[in-house]
């Protein structure tokens, strides 16, 4: 099955500083790249995601970018402000054993904290 | 007010007890999904549905049962053959298949077994 790797698993930044966390996967067949963010005490929601067929996506300061041929994708903030501080999950998506149901494999989580 | 409700937000469990949490969702999803979050491990997936009366076991099932009764609600138990169920529990749904849907999630529910 898949499995998804998540580095760092701690990442401590000046605001206006840029973060980057990244992610590897197994599966060759993973082709659906989401982060979610998860606030303390919240549910975790989706900031961005990514499909196989396109290499990076840009949503104000929030970038992913794809390296399909590595099995890699990061998640880059930039001008990191208090309110980015959460813990960060990045998942692959892909297919359940060959049926036509898909299921995300998530990496172990980033807790980012982003000093005033 | 459409959304997905877990409760309640925090159970206690003791040894040798069944206990179960409720999911329920007003998004007309047709899939819903349970994940279970540790420190360091990410969200683990323990079962899914992605129809009425049909579900399939995820990576780490062995301890826990599903019903899906109504497309509205997702209800997971936890069987006292779950050796170490202290952990914090996630409900999700999708409008279609989680290889390209944003998956929504309940608040979560803290169970301790004490």
């Known amino acids: 099955g898949e499995n998804v790797e998540q580095h760092p698993s701690t990442l401590s930044v000046q605001e206006g500083d840029s973060a980057v966390i990244k992610c590897t996967y197994s599966?060759?067949?993973?082709?659906?790249f989401p982060w979610y963010k998860q606030e303390l005490g919240k549910r975790p929601q989706l900031i961005i995601d990514?499909?196989?067929?396109?290499g990076e996506k840009k949503d104000q300061r929030i970038a992913v970018t794809l390296n399909k041929t590595a099995k890699h994708f990061s998640l880059h903030i930039t001008e990191t402000q208090p309110e980015d501080s959460a813990v960060y999950f990045c998942?692959?998506?892909?297919?359940?054993?060959?049926?036509?149901?898909?299921?995300?494999?998530f990496g172990q989580g980033t807790i980012l904290t982003v000093h005033p | 007010d459409g959304g997905i409700t877990q409760s309640p937000k925090y159970l206690f469990r003791k040894e040798g007890q069944n206990v179960t949490l409720s999911c329920e969702q007003n998004?007309?999803?047709?899939?819903m999904y349970w994940y279970r979050q540790d420190p360091g491990q990410g969200l683990r997936l323990i079962y899914y549905?992605?129809?009425?009366?049909?579900?399939q076991k995820g990576d780490i099932a062995e301890g826990y049962s599903v019903s899906r009764e109504k497309k509205e609600s997702f209800p997971l138990t936890v069987t006292s053959a779950q050796k170490n169920p202290t952990a914090f529990y996630l409900c999700?749904?999708?409008?279609?298949?989680?290889?390209?849907?944003?998956?929504?999630f309940g608040q979560g529910t803290r169970l301790t077994v004490v």
């Open positions: 990514i499909r196989s067929n396109v």
């Open positions: 998942a692959a998506g892909s297919n359940a054993g060959g049926t036509s149901y898909g299921k995300l494999t």
């Open positions: 549905s992605q129809i009425v009366n049909d579900f």
């Open positions: 999700a749904s999708t409008t279609g298949s989680l290889m390209n849907t944003e998956a929504f």
């Open positions: 599966d060759s067949a993973s082709n659906y």
């Open positions: 998004l007309n999803h047709d899939a």
